[in-house]
């Protein structure tokens, strides 16, 4: 994704000019048959700042697996997750909640429903998202609505444990996962018309507006004698492309 590929434009070869044009024609031939080139150049600048979306909230942009934070994540999650916290954690059982999840606060999010999302997204996270969604055009809020059959990759970046001592001598204790989903937007459409779908989409073209990466933060309480359920501490969407040009 770190190169778009480029088309190559085949160009006829501009025959030799002619002694007797003035050099003020020729700069003029030279200058307008740059203009149709300048302006597309143009728009597409212009299309692609309308479409840019800007950060949801203050977290690190996480695109790729890391291959230290897998090992300790299973070793996390087997051996302390497991035994200690709870017994029946399945990491594909989580990860396929998690979808559904994404789904359901994208749609949210689109629509600018935050206040529904008090069950499922932490109070923090509503409020330093809110004034963000609220300035967002239309164009760009269609952007954030996800489809769980339109998520192409996902994987748990990061499984962390935090304990905290309370003033009573209880140990809190709670598990936060990060959640890295890749989704193309109609990629659902494309595999029902039985159309191919290219291994390297995310470095063409026709494809670049269409790519998002999602990165969300789950968090469970797991304290002795408390019940709680996973919620939302972090709820980031971004464009691929958008994410490789700020880099330039």
């Known amino acids: 994704m770190q190169h778009t590929l480029r088309r190559c434009l085949g160009m006829a070869r501009t025959p030799l000019l002619r002694l007797h044009h003035s050099p003020i024609a020729v700069a003029n031939r030279i200058s307008f048959a740059s203009v149709p080139q300048e302006e597309n150049k143009k728009e597409q600048e212009t299309r692609s700042d309308r479409n840019h979306l800007p950060r949801l909230m203050d977290f690190p942009e996480v695109v790729w697996p890391s291959v230290l934070n897998t090992i300790k994540n299973w070793i996390t999650i087997q051996f302390i997750i497991r ?57 760009q809020r269609r952007q954030l609505e996800i489809k769980e059959s339109d998520i192409y990759l996902s994987f748990p970046y990061q499984v962390g444990i935090i304990f905290e001592e309370a003033n009573d001598k209880l140990l809190k204790r709670w598990v936060e996962i990060t959640m890295v989903f890749h989704v193309m937007r109609g990629l659902s459409e494309m595999r029902e018309r039985g159309e191919e779908i290219p291994w390297n989409m995310g470095i063409l073209p026709e494809y670049q507006d269409k790519v998002f990466i999602c990165n969300y933060r789950f968090i469970k309480e797991f304290t002795a004698g408390q019940h709680s359920d996973w919620t939302i501490n972090v709820a980031n969407h971004f464009r691929a492309i958008d994410l490789i040009n700020e880099t330039k």
């Open 83 to 139: 035994p200690y916290f709870d017994s029946e954690f399945q990491l594909k059982d989580f990860i396929f909640g998690a979808k559904q999840a994404l789904q359901v606060v994208s749609f949210k999010l689109m629509a600018g429903e935050l206040e529904a999302l008090d069950s499922l997204v932490s109070v923090d996270a509503i409020a330093e998202l809110k004034p963000v969604i609220q300035k967002l055009s239309m164009s």
